[in-house]
């Protein structure tokens, strides 16, 4: 039974830690996005489930919530798929002015067949343009039940923003969802109008600031947590003075009355003003064998003599204070861990470091582990994990591998500077090779964290 609750205690430390930088780190994509004037169709701590507690804001339309399945988060950014339909414009209009359409009404106004006519729907779909309808299943379809046999028009004003659109739609003057509306321009602009409100409609530079924004915002947490430890609980230094800062159990210290907060005065009659003054004391008195300790507790002088065997320490350990920073220079030390971390990452792509770093690079069971460890030793340490872990999550994605999102802002540079898109079939390719990559990584990485935690 004990093992079990240790076995849980541990998972639900690292599944907190981990889906909560997570859900901070497509937090930053979200508020990108909607900076950027992008829909988001949801926000979710957790990963896609169909059971979930969720909230639909009035305001932008939003979907946010949480799911059972917390392995970390995710915000739905309409047109990240970069799967386009040649008959989504004539769709996108059909379905307006019709309120609601099956996939058949679509299939035989369009003439196309069915597996089209879904293919663009999804897309739009995806987009926030039209919706699943409620209630108005197709029994002529011939798809499966696994999609959705009918679709509806999305709640529109008289400019065609819809509720996604935040601000920009006016909702006292706009249609309900199912309801027709009229497009004011041809099938082909109405298209464009939506996809100036994806992702895949906007230029490099925004494209950009939304991939990295999920980046920035791990790293500005982890700052945030470091410079309020720093600041706010302050970090332990040694001080170089002759005072007893710790003293070991059954050591030779103990054993001659020494205690912490002990003021040594003198080691076999040498003076002893500061630490390096005991610590080169000892060393020069304990190749006799015995020496004469003289030592100030509670106001009292005391003397002791201390015999050492050959290689036995006298087991006193150095004084520490606690410092609280000024901004500065918390600010100088977090940013300092965010070079470390990134200089060590860089290391997988050195040869001579490549193995070595893996064999220290550690999974989600190594960050349960630690995670459970830290939570034991208090919320300081807890916190300072969750910065580390911060720095490495933002990091590591901006590493240019797909589908990382250094791997996605490297194919948009590509096709910015060739000002051509890379074909969809080399993204995929580009995509699979590396979620292989990243799967032979994860195995061999809980390997190792089995042997290591475990085993």
């Given at each position: 039974m004990d093992t079990l609750v240790q076995v849980v205690t541990t998972a639900f430390w690292g599944l907190l830690l981990l889906s909560a930088l997570v859900f901070l780190h497509e937090g930053g994509h979200?508020?990108?996005?909607?900076a950027c004037g992008v829909r988001v169709t949801e926000y979710f701590l957790g990963l896609p489930c169909r059971f979930?507690?969720?909230?639909?804001?009035?305001?932008?339309?939003?979907?946010?919530g949480i799911t059972p399945?917390?392995?970390?988060?995710?915000?739905?950014?309409?047109?990240?798929?970069?799967?386009?339909?040649?008959?989504a414009p004539a769709v996108l209009t059909f379905v307006h002015r019709r309120g609601t359409a099956t996939l058949g009404d679509i299939a035989r106004e369009l003439d196309c067949s069915e597996d089209e006519a879904l293919e663009a729907c999804m897309q739009l779909m995806e987009w926030g343009s039209i919706a699943p309808a409620r209630d108005t299943a197709s029994e002529d379809s011939k798809l499966d039940d696994s999609y959705p046999s009918a679709f509806a028009a999305a709640s529109r004003d008289a400019a065609g923003a819809t509720i996604f659109d935040g601000r920009r739609f006016d909702r006292a003057h706009a249609t309900h969802e199912g309801e027709p509306w009229q497009p004011?321009?041809?099938?082909?602009?109405?298209?464009?109008?939506?996809?100036?409100?994806?992702?895949i409609g906007k230029g490099f530079w925004p494209r950009a600031f939304m991939l990295v924004a999920g980046i920035l915002v791990n790293l500005?947490?982890?700052?945030?947590?470091?410079?309020?430890?720093?600041?706010?609980?302050?970090?332990?230094v040694t001080v170089n003075e002759n005072i007893v800062g710790s003293v070991e159990a059954d050591s030779a210290a103990e054993a001659a009355g020494l205690m912490p907060g002990d003021e040594i005065i003198s080691i076999d009659g040498v003076e002893t003003q500061t630490w390096t003054d005991v610590y080169n004391a000892i060393q020069g008195a304990a190749g006799a064998g015995s020496f004469e300790i003289t030592f100030i507790q509670s106001d009292t002088q005391h003397s002791a003599t201390v015999e050492l065997e050959?290689?036995?320490?006298?087991?006193?350990?150095?004084?520490?204070?606690?410092?609280?920073?000024?901004?500065?220079?918390?600010?100088?030390?977090?940013?300092?861990?965010?070079?470390?971390?990134a200089r060590s990452i860089l290391d997988l792509f050195n040869p001579q470091h490549t193995m070595e770093m893996l064999e220290n690079t550690t999974s989600i069971v190594g960050i349960s582990v630690m995670s459970a460890q830290a939570a034991a030793q208090g919320p300081t340490t807890f916190l300072m994990l969750a910065a580390l872990i911060s720095f490495s999550l933002g990091?590591?994605?901006?590493?240019?591998?797909?589908?990382?999102?250094?791997?996605?802002?490297?194919?948009?540079?590509?096709?910015?500077?060739?000002?051509?898109?890379?074909?969809?079939?080399?993204?995929?390719?580009?995509?699979?090779?590396?979620?292989?990559l990243f799967l032979a990584l994860f195995v061999f990485v809980l390997r190792n964290d089995i042997i290591r935690f475990i085993l």
């Open positions: 979200f508020l990108a996005a909607r979930n507690l969720s909230h639909t804001s009035k305001r932008i339309g939003t979907k946010f399945i917390l392995l970390g988060g995710y915000a739905m950014i309409c047109g990240m798929d970069p799967t386009s339909s040649p008959m004011p321009m041809d099938e082909n602009a109405f298209f464009e109008l939506e996809k100036s409100r994806t992702y500005i947490t982890g700052l945030l947590l470091l410079m309020s430890i720093y600041s706010l609980v302050g970090v332990e050959a290689g036995e320490m006298l087991g006193i350990g150095i004084p520490t204070q606690v410092v609280r920073l000024n901004p500065v220079d918390s600010a100088r030390l977090s940013i300092s861990y965010v070079l470390e971390t990091l590591m994605n901006l590493l240019p591998i797909p589908p990382l999102d250094g791997g996605k802002l490297i194919i948009e540079i590509i096709q910015a500077v060739t000002r051509r898109e890379v074909p969809l079939n080399v993204q995929s390719a580009i995509s699979y090779v590396g979620v292989a």
